[in-house]
């Protein structure tokens, strides 16, 4: 693939400028229309795209599977809703004067849109936010990793050449400068990546005095108090911590579990994760659990961190190596502390660090001991502990007995608090809006000739004003009246 130049991603940029005013002029109708039918062929090349998923990343097919749910999901919720999101919202207008107004608020579109993304979903990554913008009418430039830019650059391909849509989404490919070139060009952006890139990124933007959306790094806890389903929350465990070998963003990666029910779940873990069949599986077959790994330096980092918590006294119980293919075995660490690499930083791999807290209350505070706030997973039979406990952690969102869904959730903000990110992704109308700019529109019911506050200045006319702005607004008779407080 090319690695493109800032010239040649300014020639994109225009060309998806000269394009967007006539998408936009289609409504979110007409440009639904489109989307729905690059639906139909994402969904008639699928064995093909996922393919490609699986050649360039080494996924499982299971996991290269869930990328095409997602664009379907993504695609129908937003083409479903993206009229009722981007209507003119009526707003009854605040204090008396303003009684004689209707206030009425439009949203247009940003422009154009840069979207750039990261390696561990080179399908559904990208089109978790394409679909707000697009509908929303902006146009895109997409900036794929420049670890896995095949399948996304076919994609785009399928929406210009195969089913015709205007050429208001383009790929640009490359790599940090190609990303720098496209954060230069656009209205907004939209990152998906790590909390260095992001930084950088969000100091270019406001250089540029232009609105940037965050998606950044995770170091997600799971909290076991001893009322859960065991065995429930086992499962999720190793689902959250192992999918897609553990490289999501939201991946579960530190579990914190209450001294009675330690034992028992450290055991249940173990033995789903020695389970668990590695390997790149045949398109298809449906036949490895997980697959190995997108890059040789994400599994150096893996080996590291599991390395340091050895070095610092933890146990492996399962797994702890590399393995052929650029893998790394699904590993359980135990006796952890935070002094370890494992429970401070990303790991971003198929490990599950479990720690034996004393309570719930413990649980939190290590928890909410992380620069990261991604996501958060609690289990409790006790649905009021886990209302009060949900509120005490420091993270964007918190799925209660159960793992990673809260990020699929379109009608709920999807966002980092602290290092992870800034704004949110979906969120109903917000996955839409975000893409906009707010217009307000205030119109006069009635023509009068002129107005109070007009010149020139009445001394008796201003004076009735202020007496008035006193009387209606002041909360005690003798403000009201005029008399001074005390
Ligand atoms: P990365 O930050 O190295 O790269 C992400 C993208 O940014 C790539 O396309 C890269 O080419 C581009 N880029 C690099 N430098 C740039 C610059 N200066 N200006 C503009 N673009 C630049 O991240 P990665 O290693 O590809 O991905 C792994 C990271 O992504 C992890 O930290 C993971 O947690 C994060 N991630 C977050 C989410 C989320 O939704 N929060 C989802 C997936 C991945």
Partial sequence: MPDLGSDDIAAICADLRRAQ????????????????????WLLDNERRLLTLVQQETGKSWADASLEMSVAVDVINYFTANAERFLADRKVKPAGVANAVRKLR?????????????????????????VVGALVA???????????????????VRGWRDEI????VLAVATGGREAGAAVVDEVDMVMFTG??????????????????????????????VLADADIERAAKAAVWGGMTNSGQACVGVERVYVEAPVYDEFVARVT??????????????????????????????????????AVAKGARVLTGGERIPGNGFAPTVLVDVDHSMRCMREETFGPTLAIMRVADGDEAVRLANDSEYGLSSSLWTRDRRKADRISRRIEAGSVSINNALVATFQLPIPMGGWKNSGLGTRFGGPQGVLK?????????????????????????????????????LGAHDWRRRLGRRGR
């Fill in 21 to 40: 005013p006539e998408w936009e002029a289609l409504g979110p109708r007409g440009r639904s229309a489109h989307l729905l039918r690059w639906l139909d």
């Fill in 435 to 471: 893409y906009c700019r707010q217009q307000s529109v205030v119109e006069e019911r009635l023509s009068l000739k002129s107005e109070p506050l007009w010149y020139p200045v009445v001394p008796a006319r201003s004076r009735l004003i202020a007496r008035a702005v006193r009387l």
């Fill in 164 to 167: 015709g849509a205007p050429p």
């Fill in 105 to 129: 608020v439009q949203v247009r579109p940003h422009q154009l849109v840069g979207l750039i993304t990261p390696w561990n979903g080179p399908l559904g990554g990208p089109m978790m936010d």
């Fill in 137 to 155: 009418g902006a146009a895109v430039v997409s900036k794929p990793s420049e670890v896995t830019p095949l399948t996304w650059s076919e994609v």
């Fill in 271 to 308: 033995e789903k994760v020695k389970a668990l069949r590695q390997g790149m599986d045949a398109p298809g077959s449906f036949a490895s659990d997980i697959g190995v790994m997108v890059t040789p330096s994400q599994v150096d980092i893996v080996a590291e961190h599991v390395a340091d």
């Fill in 194 to 223: 790590s909390v260095r890139t992001g930084r950088s990124i969000a100091v270019r933007c406001a250089e540029r005095l232009i609105p940037c959306s965050l998606e950044l790094g995770g170091k997600d806890a799971l909290i």
